[in-house]
């Protein structure tokens, strides 16, 4: 315990010495074997290490598939082009745009693999033009010593003091649901105000995509329990439901005005006993059957005359009936996770149809501009290289095609590109320190592990901590890759140097072709994402609601983490329908609606099929602000239709989905009055 405790404490040192030790490894293993670049196996470690093993070992598995596939692209591309330099310089950048739109659109662990595909043709293949007749050693060489570093990085993960994913997400997880519990609470017992509640659900939804984003790993983590790892996947599902879940009670709570407490005091009874219920430790909890017989005596019979707050009411308790479900749910994964059981065992309440599959936004527009604009940087510096003659010119379309691969998913690449040259200039400094002052006298390789050691361990540290990740990992790989060690020393200042200025010449062409390139920034990403989640809304009316409700809940679910990193550039208008979860809701009531479609009478579906139809058009047109009254009109003649069914399931899963929409898409609008006298005679 008290070894874990002190692993705990300095984990960040104990990942520095255990990547030291695996580079170190990778190093003297590539000079044993008289490799002909040793130091690409020893950067490796440092580019593929993670702290966690199953981040360390989905990067590794996708770093020798990208090193593979771009290795035997660029021995087809340089031999057959190299007599045509402008041919050659417009192929490897096509092959880097493509590979780079294919990562672009993955946003998964393998998106790694197409992005390395990419610019490892042109860090293979820029250097070789000058001697093509050794592209195929060279490429070997390349895959060789990756491969070796590849292997040291994770046979040290793994072995030498593992951290495993699984707990890292099981931390996360356990801290996003004692949040979204506070925030339950707080919703349920009318506390906080309405700008810190929007807050917290916003944080909440970022933190789920990046809870989303470290759980990609799992399968990829030999170190963690079968069981575990399936534990969780099941509890994210179910997790992630509770956020539309609570915008919807919120919503059916402002629905009934500001004094509906005092108007139902059974229910607010009930909302005090859920909420004390729901922060309560599960070993002190009350059973949950005894709220959901509380819920059910409350639950009022709908009828033909029932009205407006009614229908609210009993949308509102159906909902709260599902908070109860999902909770116990995740508390029962929870205790079935920390015993290490077979979580398929825990009996579950919540519909496994209702949960949440893991999907991904695309955007193909996005991608292709990226894409698009590494081609452009990558010509222009080959263009320079050419029309120069520079010796050392190789350098500049390298580092463009690095540089504008690693940034392209960010809002601004331009500037993680900028802050990537600065800390490869420490770099360059560093390792002329090294190269002419350090290393001359060494004549041992222990005394140069001991010479290394100190700067190494820095870096190792830096990438450890999330905040300095980016900048151990910049210094890290340039000065390994820089440094250039070999089983002699051969070190010149005037090549140092030349080959330095190239560096940074690529760095500065990628920061400024980037810029041009990229003229869009936070604002334009954001418009498109809410103009994408529209048109997906449209098509979900389209369709009747026939859509995959765990997949289209997950992939708006991710939309709404992406909008929420970049809230301060959606409009003023917009953003009560992202803290909300409008768009969200709207769908999800929508394919509900699927169930009642069956059962209906032709004219109530006919009403109903005439409002989605309205809907989808409105959606596909939406440009901010209001919806059209028409609209609106045409919900209510729906639910109007609806209320004159028979009583009976079909009927109330009609009221609650169309409930739904008219408050997602008008909450501000009156309330609902029924049917004109004259529709009430039609009807009957």
């Known amino acids: 315990m008290r070894l874990n405790s002190l692993l705990v404490r300095h984990a960040d040192l104990v990942f520095a010495c255990k990547t ?140 030498v003091l593992p951290r495993s994913v699984a707990p890292a997400v099981a931390q996360r997880v356990e801290s996003w649901l004692k949040d979204a519990r506070r925030l339950a609470r707080d919703e349920l017992a009318g506390a906080g105000r309405e700008p810190e509640l929007h807050a917290q659900r916003l944080r909440l939804a970022t933190d789920a995509v990046e809870i989303e984003t470290l759980a990609g790993h799992l399968s990829y983590d ?74 059910a005596d409350l639950r009022p019979n709908l009828d033909a005359d029932a009205a407006w707050e009614q229908i609210v009411l009993a949308n509102l308790v159906i909902r709260l009936r599902e908070l109860v479900d999902i909770s116990s749910d995740c508390r029962a994964l929870e205790l079935a996770i920390a015993a290490g059981r077979d979580p398929a065992q825990v009996p579950l309440a919540f519909e496994p149809e209702a949960g949440i599959t893991p999907q991904r936004h695309r955007d193909h527009a ?8 590494a081609v452009a940087a990558i010509l222009i510096c080959c263009a320079l290289w050419i029309a120069t003659g520079w010796a050392d010119g190789a350098s500049a379309p390298m580092m463009a095609a690095v540089g504008c691969s690693f940034f392209a998913a960010q809002d601004d690449p331009a500037k993680g590109i900028r802050s990537f040259g600065w800390w490869s200039l420490v770099s360059i400094i560093v390792v002329a320190i090294y190269l002419f002052a350090i290393i001359p006298p060494i004549a041992h390789v222990e005394v140069l592990v001991v010479a290394l050691a100190p700067t190494f361990l820095i870096y190792g540290v830096l990438i450890a901590r999330p905040q300095t990740n980016f900048i151990g990992m910049a210094l890290a790989a340039n000065t390994a890759t820089l440094l250039a060690l070999q089983s002699t020393y051969n070190a010149d200042f005037a090549s140092y140097a030349n080959s330095s ?93 699927r169930r009642a479609r069956r059962s209906l009478a032709p004219a109530t579906l006919a009403a109903i099929d005439d409002m989605l139809t309205a809907l989808a058009i409105a959606a596909r047109n939406h440009a901010g602000g209001a919806m059209p009254d028409a609209l609106l009109a045409r919900i209510d003649t729906a639910l109007a239709r609806a209320v004159q ?40």
């Open 501 to 593: 200025i190239a560096f940074m010449v690529g760095m500065v062409m990628a920061t400024v072709v980037t810029k041009l390139a990229r003229t869009t920034g936070a604002e334009w990403i954001a418009r498109r994402l809410m103009k994408t989640s529209w048109t997906t809304l449209a098509v979900t009316a389209e369709r009747r609601g026939f859509n995959d409700r765990a997949a289209f809940a997950g992939l708006m679910l991710d939309r709404l983490g992406l909008l929420t990193q970049r809230l301060a550039a959606i409009d003023g208008s917009d953003r009560g329908d992202v803290a909300n979860l409008s768009q969200l809701r709207v769908g999800l009531n929508i394919i509900d609606l």
């Open 20 to 159: 030291f030790l695996a580079a170190m490894l990778a190093l003297i293993v590539a000079l044993w074997l008289d490799l002909p670049r040793p130091y690409w196996a020893m950067a490796t470690v440092y580019i593929t290490s993670q702290p966690l093993a199953g981040a360390t070992s989905s990067k590794a598995l996708y770093r020798v598939f990208g090193t593979v596939i771009g290795a035997a692209a660029t021995v087809a591309m340089v031999p057959n082009l190299v007599n045509a330099p402008e041919l050659l310089s417009l192929a490897m950048a096509l092959w880097v745009g493509l590979c780079l739109y294919l990562s672009l659109l993955d946003r998964q662990p393998r998106s790694y693999g197409f992005m390395l595909a990419g610019y490892t043709v042109a860090l293979i293949g820029f250097p070789s033009v000058s001697d093509p007749g050794s592209i195929f050693d060279t490429a070997l060489a390349r895959v060789e010593e990756i491969s070796l570093g590849i292997f040291c990085a994770t046979l040290v993960s793994t072995v």
């Open 366 to 373: 996005l991608a292709l501009w990226s894409a698009a604009g």
């Open 645 to 684: 069914e028979p009583a009976g399931k079909a009927r109330e899963d009609a009221l609650i989905g169309i409930t739904g929409i008219r408050r997602g898409l008008f909450p501000e609008a009156a309330a609902y009055r029924g049917a004109p006298t004259d529709q009430r005679k039609l009807v009957a």
């Open 222 to 295: 030999r170190v963690a329990d079968a069981n575990t790892i399936r534990g969780l996947q099941m509890l994210r599902r179910h997790m992630m439901m509770l956020l539309p879940l609570l915008a919807s009670i919120t919503d059916r709570m402002a629905a009934l005005g500001d004094r509906f407490r005092e108007a139902h005091p059974a229910l607010e009874q009930l909302l005090e006993s859920l909420a004390q219920w729901l922060s309560t430790d599960i070993g002190e909890r009350q059973p949950a059957e005894q709220l959901r017989e509380a819920i």
